[in-house]
């Protein structure tokens, strides 16, 4: 997993000018850039944000005494040894994805932050944390003061802040998770800068973002309109306070894995095997999950002349909608019993799949008269 920090390149931008000026020094850098490549000595960003910091008289926890900064060879560290060090980070090569899904973030106060850490942990994702250029004071977010900058922003949507040291390219990612605070009911403009600099036409997007209370809906429909997107899936909105089982709840229940929806429910019967095709929900994608760890075996009730209905050793999430059912539905009835129909019945039930290939008389002549065992199980 890599992350890709940013933080220094704005003051470094500053700085770089103030060194331009040490002309009788150029050449001396170039040798003294070289010798610091030679000494197997790889700096990163992370660095660059310390040694600033500490050149900035700022408070540093991290303890500099070990690291090799003093680039120049003058005994000091100071603003030039801070230039040689970007140029050898700038020098070093890009990082190639080690993952085929990203998770990227902007979080000013660390709740996005805390929520897309989870999401790493759970997805092994690469990641690239959105820094602005020009970074965020507190006096910058103090939302109640209408003349902040983020306010002046978020009123005006032809903003865009610039990002410092943005991700050089997507290519290589499939899906990206895209976190952002709530500002203002919704997303910050940053996060339309970093939209517009890429080509996300072939991409699977996952917007996800914290808040006070806001919802996602309006960062999601402003996402959608703004550039083309491969496809973006329904995204989440989590309080500063989630778990990260809230967190692998959502990602568990998310239509991202093609192996799933090509995995298969078999259904054994009165020595019968049956085959059903799970539904696109995420009720159905919960089973396979959990039967991915073992079978189990469900004692199904003779109920109505149309259907076998028995309770499942866990909930699952509901999205009941009324139907009509026909013979060989499979449906989450009332978050954990199954039922599999071999007739019809109107209700409101959460889809989990579908008995394939069989005909209304052959299924009601497999499951029978009376109760019946059905052992459950996953197959790819
Ligand atoms: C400028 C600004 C505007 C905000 N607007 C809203 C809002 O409209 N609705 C809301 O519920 N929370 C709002 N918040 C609260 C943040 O969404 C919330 O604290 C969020 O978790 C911060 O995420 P972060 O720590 O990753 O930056 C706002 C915060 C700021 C700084």
Redesign the pocket.
Known sequence: MKKLLSAFVSVLMLMSLSCAGETSADDQAEEDLASAATADTRFSAEDGALLQSYLLGRPVETDLSGKNYDLNGNGRWDVFDLCLLKEQIEAQPAEEPQSDTIVVYF???????KIADYLLEITGADSYVIQAAVPYSDED?A?NNSSCR??QE?NDKTVRPEIADPISSLDGYDTVFLGY?????EEPRIIDTFLESYDLSEKTVIPFC?????GISVSEKNIAALVPIGEQLAGKRFS?SASKDEVQQWYDSLPLTKEETEMKLNITVNGQELTATLADSSAAKELAQKLESGSVTVELGEYGGFEKVGALPWSLTRSDESTVTQAGDIMLYQGSQITIFYGSNSWSYTPLGHVDGLSQEELSEILGQGDVSAELSIKK
């Open positions: 979080s000013r106060t660390g709740n996005t932050e977010i939302y983020a306010d978020q605070p709530i500002w203002w009911g914290t808040s006070g209370s806001s500063a």
